[in-house]
């Protein structure tokens, strides 16, 4: 069913998901699983393993809505993982509606395709890694930098940060609703060492 790409109008109303592939130098394949806040194309989390199956998926999902809340809805394609009964049964008990994109159609999760070009473009095409820690703290340090630096294309040219915090200051007429900035575990001098 064709559905089309809303723009989201706060906070948690779409989570986008997206699996990428790639390859280290050894040849060994790695997986990343990318999900992002379409409101402010905030990145909330980039996951990185040799294989990532549906209960990884979950596992995340449900770390992220700890710390962030829970989504309206989520925005997948067709691949095992987001098909999977397992993920299916956790979004309808967590009351999370499931968006699936029509198979062949990618413009239905435009921002995750843009995020995942981005992604590809400034890490997996301009560095080789020799090894999973490597992939890991180029790209959290990534993340940080596009949530906090750069500045993107909407909402009103502010990076992910900055339009979360501008949200947070217009919701005066109910309770705060408080939004932390999630950074996965990254170590400064292990980033130094991995950029000198």
Sequence with gaps: EPRPLVESTHP??????????DRMTNGAPFRVLNIIDDFNREVLNITIERSIGAKRVIRELQQLIEWRGKPESLRF??????????????CRDNDIETL????????????MERFNRSYRDDI??????????????????WQWLLNNERPNDSPDGMTPTEALLKYGKRTQTKPMEVFSIFQQDGDDDELVSIFD
């Design 124 to 141: 997996l095409d301009k560095y080789l890694f020799d090894n999973l820690h490597q992939v890991r703290s180029l790209s959290y340090h």
């Design 100 to 111: 699936h994109i029509q198979p062949g159609k990618p413009n239905q999760n435009a921002y």
């Design 77 to 90: 394609d067709n691949g095992p993982e987001f098909i999977a009964t397992s993920l299916l049964d956790f």
């Design 12 to 21: 948690n109303e779409t989570w986008s998901l997206d699996f990428m592939h």
